[in-house]
């Protein structure tokens, strides 16, 4: 069975572009999570949805972030506007039923903002 | 922050040593996660413990679980190279929420 894919792995911006970041999650999994990973720190959580409804995006770090599971299967996660400050590992979880679940994560698109 | 003294932090060892990781945390959980994360990849699950329970086993991996100091650890028996990779702990605030700590480097040299 295929993991949690994510597209691109990596993108290097200047500061005011915007990006886009997909994710695949794995197959049946009604939950998924985006968490940012700031360089040598854990990640941390974003937004999570369950089917396409958005259950939490209070952690969002500003308006120029906004994500979208429009058909509750993949997922894509926008910056726009892009801040040095934004430089970090993006990284696509998903589960099974939510709950206490295990979560399994892709990759990551590791992003430089310049 | 709700971590304690789990800061980012490197550990070196030889091939074939013991290591113990600890980390302490300031919400109630009711589990605590143990991730590894390799270079370039996500993280991973290696080992859940829950609050009725005091120590997981899984392999040469071992979990402990104190409660009432809101404090675990990770101890990996007769490293190898290939344990080499960042390790966090994580607890979860709810049903979705998982909290992660900053992590701690172990290099396991040959």
């Known amino acids: 069975e295929a993991g949690v894919t994510q597209s691109p792995r990596y993108a290097v911006l200047q500061e005011g572009q915007a990006v886009s970041f997909w994710c695949d999650p794995i197959s049946g999994h009604d939950t998924l999570y985006w968490y940012q990973q700031p360089r040598d720190q854990g990640p941390q959580l974003l937004v999570y949805f369950r089917d396409e409804a958005v259950i939490d995006n209070s952690q969002l770090p500003s308006d120029r972030f906004s994500a979208v599971r429009p058909k509750g299967t993949n997922s894509t996660l926008k910056i726009q506007s892009a801040k040095q400050g934004d430089t970090a590992t993006y990284l696509c979880?998903?589960?099974?039923?939510?709950?206490?679940?295990?979560?399994?994560f892709g990759p990551g698109t590791r992003l430089t903002v310049l | 922050s709700q971590w304690g003294e789990e800061n980012l932090q490197a550990l070196s060892i030889q091939e074939g040593e013991d290591v113990t990781m600890n980390c302490s945390y300031k919400t109630y959980t009711t589990v605590v996660h143990w991730y590894r994360q390799d270079s370039g990849r996500g993280p991973a699950l290696i080992i859940l413990?829950?609050?009725?329970?005091r120590e997981k086993r899984s392999g040469r991996l071992r979990a402990t679980l104190d409660t009432s100091s809101q404090s675990s650890s990770l101890s990996i028996t007769a490293a190898q190279c290939e344990d080499t990779a960042v390790y966090f702990c994580a607890t979860r605030t709810n049903a979705y929420k998982v909290i992660f700590g900053k992590g701690t480097h172990l290099h396991v040299l040959p």
């Open positions: 413990i829950r609050s009725n329970e």
């Open positions: 979880a998903s589960s099974l039923l939510g709950g206490f679940a295990e979560q399994f």
